[in-house]
Structure formats: C-alpha cells, structure tokens
C-alpha cells in the first residue's frame, strides 16, 4: 500500500538555510527506503505559514517506516532540532 505525505515545516528564527540544508541531506535517503519527493516548496515562512512543503510519496509502509528508523537520518536530530521549530505531517491522497 503506497503511503502519500503533506510534511510542513517551520524554521526557527533565522534558520530557514539550515533547514533546507538538513532536508536535502535527509530526502536523499529516500530512494533507498521506496520513497521520492513528489514536489517540494518553499514559502516565506511569515505569518504563521511554513517555511517548506513536501509531498512524499514511498512503494509502502515498511518503506515509510524504513527512512523514519535510519540511522544516517536519526544522526541528525541536534541538526534538525536547531534548524526546525515545528513539524506537520499529514497523510494525503495525491491526485493522478
């Protein structure tokens, strides 16, 4: 079953660089767990929007599950905790 994602992400003040720059390290794992970038955004980040948008989409849920539990990925946290405020993840249905 193919698993299709909305990803918000918000920068913390003045880190907007450095989250790109940590989601360009982590999405280039994606094709080793079945996923791929669908389309990637980027907003302003003012008035409340997100900083970035990501539609994901992986072959299945062990893909999905596969890329969340990867190590070169989870080595990354205090990269990702500096430069990302806030994350949201939504489960969606792309249209063909």
């Known amino acids: 079953m193919t698993v299709q994602l909305c990803v918000l992400l918000w920068a913390r003040p003045g880190a907007a660089e450095a989250l790109v720059a940590y989601e360009d390290k982590v999405l ?3 094709g ?3 996923g791929r970038i ?3 955004a980027r ?3 003012a008035d409340g929007r997100p900083d970035e948008i990501q539609l994901i989409e ?3 849920q062990a893909g ?3 890329f969340m539990g990867d190590e070169r990925r ?3 946290s205090g990269e990702r905790d500096a430069a990302i405020a806030r ?3 939504y489960p969606v249905g792309l249209a063909k």
């Open 64 to 66: 999905y599950d596969g």
């Open 58 to 60: 992986f072959v299945s």
């Open 43 to 45: 907003a302003d980040g």
């Open 87 to 89: 994350t949201d993840l």
């Open 28 to 30: 280039a794992l994606l």
């Open 38 to 40: 669908v389309q990637r």
């Open 32 to 34: 080793e767990h079945g």
């Open 74 to 76: 989870t080595a990354l």
